[in-house]
């Protein structure tokens, strides 16, 4: 299952830095995660300062 970033997100791009696969970029209003690029690694998560990552 892929991991989505919530509406907490502070768009500091702290979780564009850890993903391996380069899922992770920058949207309208903070950043997105393509769900079909991403492995469900959960490094991002652990990467976002303010926990607005989440597997769906």
């Given amino acids: 299952m892929a ?5 907490a997100c502070i ?3 702290a979780c564009a830095d850890t993903c391996p696969v380069g899922a992770i970029s920058q949207g309208d209003a903070q ?6 690029t991403c492995i469900s690694c ?3 998560a ?3 300062p ?3 990552i989440s597997e769906e």
């Fill in 3 to 7: 991991y989505k970033i919530s509406d």
């Fill in 11 to 13: 768009s500091c791009g």
């Fill in 31 to 36: 950043y997105t995660i393509d769900a079909d």
């Fill in 42 to 44: 959960g490094a991002c």
């Fill in 46 to 48: 652990g990467g976002c």
């Fill in 50 to 52: 303010v926990e607005a």
